[in-house]
């Protein structure tokens, strides 16, 4: 545990308590009294509301429009199932921020609903939600879907045969042994639209903000530092509270049922019932995930002279978006692949560290390291990131101007996934093999190098990928720290957006459309390497 321990405690908790102390330490002393004069503030109540009603609208909403999604992948077989997994599987690895061009090119101004029915909807709450029911439509599917899919489903035909309908069965049987699951999954994508930040920031315009939205006003805009800090202790607080929540719900799904082999379970649709739930399910999909990825790539190619490469060849252009940008747009393609893959080492060394940690059970200490790994999907990393800004720039750690500030920064949201990756593998691995090992005269190292290494590897290059591919989209933190010759994708993505003109526009459908196929490619082949009995949250 030292090593993950030191890195969080190095570049986490130390960034983020020295600018919460910044914003609410002067020359007299702590300023505690600053909470009450914000919190008391009528914008800052009205941020507080929209932030919590719109995460809870968006957790209702994706499970109304996911469940019957989760049921369809769980039970059903039909042709292009493993393709279809990984498209609604697309959106999550996405960055926030193209999620919010996509629907922008499918909602907003001059868009595809603008343009066939004169409808605009961004700057709206409803194309908040939307958007967060495309980013987090994964993430019912593949929690729910995944526990749905070990159910014994002859426990249901039990309580068909003792008299039940089948809502009743349904009702009464599977509902009870799904809740946790479904605890689980509407807590993270509570998690999730709760510090929503690039949704809001593109689609919800000046009448709408998040609390991650209102740091990031407070800190780079307004330079309001305590403001900033006590907003960022209460998303603290808050996020606290829904981890431990959701820490006890996978405990519960853990331990309380007996599950069976998925291949076992699905079947092929039978009756009008149920292809019309499937024809309705590929709809959803299809209108809900497909569209506006469809339309971002349209937009890209739809430049002023006729659909082609416009917009492509623009951005290497040194001059392109109107002197925003030092160098081409497009070096941010390769900047952006660099730090990435620098912090995809970093989340697996650390990761993988904490993970066999954790291996060991029992003692509040290690359900407290194991929570801990979590904190950064859900503490602002706009804090995180000016909190580098003030802290990493005096010796020993003058990192300021280095370019490894931004992987390390990155590396932080790629552990999570890693331990929550690795973790349930390792956990499956039979100690006796080590003893055995150990007996017949390997070292420490080398057992593990024999035993766990050959049986995690595919593991491994799982939460390779999914650390690569949200290390990729990382953007609240980079904004601040990438620098101004060294833009990443979702940072040059949202500098284009921010300045008018179709050009700029256009670029920053064509870099969404670069950063998109970067994701998706990685994720497919991250369904290759899925095992048919994966474990684990994503």
């Known amino acids: 545990m030292a090593v993950p321990l030191a890195f969080f405690g190095l570049f986490f908790a130390y960034p983020v308590t020295a600018i919460v102390g910044r914003g609410l330490k002067t020359d007299t002393g702590w300023q505690f009294g600053r909470f009450g004069e914000v919190l008391a503030r009528p914008d800052i109540a009205d941020v507080l509301w929209f932030t919590t009603w719109q995460a809870l609208a968006s957790t209702v909403l994706t499970l109304l429009i996911a469940l019957p999604g989760a049921y369809v992948f769980a039970r059903f077989e039909f042709p292009g199932k493993q393709l279809l997994r990984a498209v609604v599987t697309v959106p999550f690895v996405l960055p926030t921020v193209v999620v919010g061009t996509a629907f922008l090119a499918l909602l907003g101004r001059g868009g595809l609903l603008d343009e066939t029915a004169g409808i605009r909807l961004d700057t709206t709450v409803w194309a908040i939600l939307l958007a967060h029911v495309f980013f987090n439509y994964a993430v019912i599917v593949r929690t729910v879907g995944g526990l749905w899919a070990q159910l014994d489903p002859r426990q249901e035909e039990a309580a068909r045969v003792l008299g039940a309908d089948r809502f009743a069965a349904w009702r009464r049987v599977t509902l009870p042994a799904l809740a946790p699951a479904v605890a689980a999954a509407s807590l993270m994508v509570f998690l999730f639209t709760f510090s929503s930040f690039g949704v809001v920031l593109i689609l919800g315009g000046p009448a709408y903000s998040t609390l991650e939205v209102e740091v990031y006003r407070q800190t780079?805009?307004?330079?309001?530092?305590?403001?900033a800090a006590v907003l960022t202790m209460v998303q603290f607080a808050a996020i606290g509270a829904i981890l431990a929540l959701h820490a006890w719900t996978v405990r519960r799904r853990e331990t309380a049922l007996r599950l069976v082999d998925p291949g076992r379970t699905a079947h092929r649709p039978r009756g009008w019932a149920q292809r019309t739930l499937l024809g309705a399910v590929l709809l959803t999909v299809g209108l809900l995930i497909v569209a506006p990825l469809a339309v971002l790539v349209e937009r890209s190619f739809d430049a002023p002279g006729g659909y082609g490469l416009?917009?492509?060849?623009?951005?290497?252009?040194?001059?392109?978006?109107?002197?925003?940008?030092?160098?081409?747009?497009?070096?941010?393609?390769?900047?952006?692949?660099?730090?990435?893959?620098?912090?995809?080492?970093?989340?697996?060394?650390?990761g993988g560290l904490a993970a066999a940690a954790l291996t060991r059970r029992g003692g509040?200490?290690?359900?407290?390291?194991?929570?801990?790994?979590?904190?950064?999907?859900?503490v602002s990393a706009v804090t995180v990131g000016f909190g580098f800004l003030i802290t990493l720039d005096e010796p020993p750690l003058d990192l300021r101007t280095s370019w490894i500030l931004v992987p390390l920064a990155q590396a932080l949201v790629g552990v999570p996934f890693v331990v929550r990756t690795m973790l349930p593998v390792l956990r499956a691995v039979d100690g006796r093999l080590r003893e055995a090992a150990a007996v017949l005269g390997a070292s420490p190292l080398r057992a593990w190098r024999e035993v766990d290494l050959p049986l995690v590897r595919r593991a491994l290059l799982i939460a390779a990928g999914f650390a690569f591919a949200v290390s990729l989209g990382e953007f609240g933190a980079t904004v601040f720290i990438a620098r101004p010759d060294r833009p990443t994708l979702p940072v040059a993505v949202a500098r284009l957006l921010g300045r008018a003109?179709?050009?700029?526009?256009?670029?920053?459908?064509?870099?969404?459309?670069?950063?998109?196929?970067?994701?998706?490619?990685s994720l497919l082949l991250l369904e290759r390497l899925r095992p048919d009995k994966t474990s684990g949250e994503f």
Request: glycine share 10%.
């Open 220 to 227: 780079a805009q307004l330079l309001d530092l305590s403001t």
């Open 310 to 350: 416009g917009f492509y060849r623009a951005l290497q252009d040194t001059g392109a978006g109107g002197g925003t940008f030092l160098v081409p747009p497009v070096e941010a393609i390769w900047n952006s692949l660099q730090y990435a893959l620098a912090a995809t080492a970093i989340a697996l060394f650390i």
């Open 364 to 378: 509040r200490f290690v359900r407290g390291f194991d929570a801990m790994l979590m904190l950064p999907l859900g």
């Open 501 to 521: 003109g179709e050009l700029n526009y256009g670029q920053a459908m064509a870099l969404s459309t670069i950063l998109m196929l970067v994701c998706a490619v």
